[in-house]
């Protein structure tokens, strides 16, 4: 077992006594594709979720698609038939077009199966962020995720 999957593992285990059972990964020290490979070889799926959205909502009208991406989450989520699920490519969770807050969809999301999510952006002072301050699509958390962030 690598030390990506003895981490992974054994955050797994420790989100199963949390109310919300994800885990941010923020990748500094690891490349994608070996965080990646080492997701794939403990036999968790692995969702672009960027990718899927925009199948499911592109025929939608613009005003109906934030209501949408929950729902097209939530099915995701139930369909895949292990008890956590990885999540990949999340950038389109921050377009406006959407409204959406990521981590409290995240939160609604993590009822009986653990999520895990490849943050995009960096976590820093106890917050995770997304973009710089000046760009349309920031995003910062506040500081109650602390325990739900690894970096790895």
Same mark, same amino acid.
């Given at each position: 077992?690598?030390?990506?999957?003895?981490?992974?593992?054994?955050?797994?285990?420790?989100?199963?006594?949390?109310?919300?059972?994800?885990?941010?990964?923020?990748?500094?020290?690891?490349? /994608?594709?070996?965080?990646?490979?080492?997701?794939?070889?403990?036999?968790? @799926?692995?969702?672009?979720?960027?990718?899927?959205?925009?199948?499911? *909502?592109?025929?939608?009208?613009?005003?109906?698609? @934030?209501?949408?991406?929950?729902?097209? /989450?939530?099915?995701?989520?139930?369909?895949?038939?292990?008890?956590? *699920?990885?999540?990949?490519?999340?950038?389109?969770?921050?377009?406006?077009?959407?409204?959406?807050? @990521?981590?409290? /969809?995240?939160? %609604?999301?993590?009822?009986?199966?653990?999520?895990?999510?490849?943050?995009?952006?960096?976590?820093?002072?106890?917050?995770?962020?997304?973009?710089? @301050?000046?760009?349309?699509?920031?995003?910062?958390?506040? %500081?109650?995720?602390?325990?739900?962030?690894?970096?790895?």
């Amino acid at each position: 077992m690598s030390d990506i999957q003895a981490i992974l593992s054994s955050e797994i285990d420790a989100s199963k006594a949390k109310r919300n059972k994800m885990i941010f990964i923020v990748a500094k020290d690891v490349s /994608l594709n070996q965080l990646r490979g080492s997701i794939d070889h403990m036999k968790i @799926p692995i969702v672009n979720v960027g990718l899927l959205l925009s199948e499911k *909502i592109r025929q939608l009208p613009p005003e109906r698609r @934030p209501l949408e991406v929950g729902k097209v /989450l939530r099915t995701l989520v139930i369909q895949k038939n292990k008890d956590e *699920i990885f999540l990949d490519h999340i950038e389109y969770l921050f377009d406006r077009e959407l409204k959406q807050n @990521p981590i409290r /969809l995240f939160e %609604n999301l993590s009822g009986n199966k653990t999520i895990i999510i490849r943050w995009p952006g960096t976590f820093e002072n106890g917050t995770l962020k997304y973009a710089t @301050p000046e760009h349309h699509e920031y995003y910062q958390s506040d %500081n109650s995720y602390e325990n739900y962030v690894v970096e790895i």
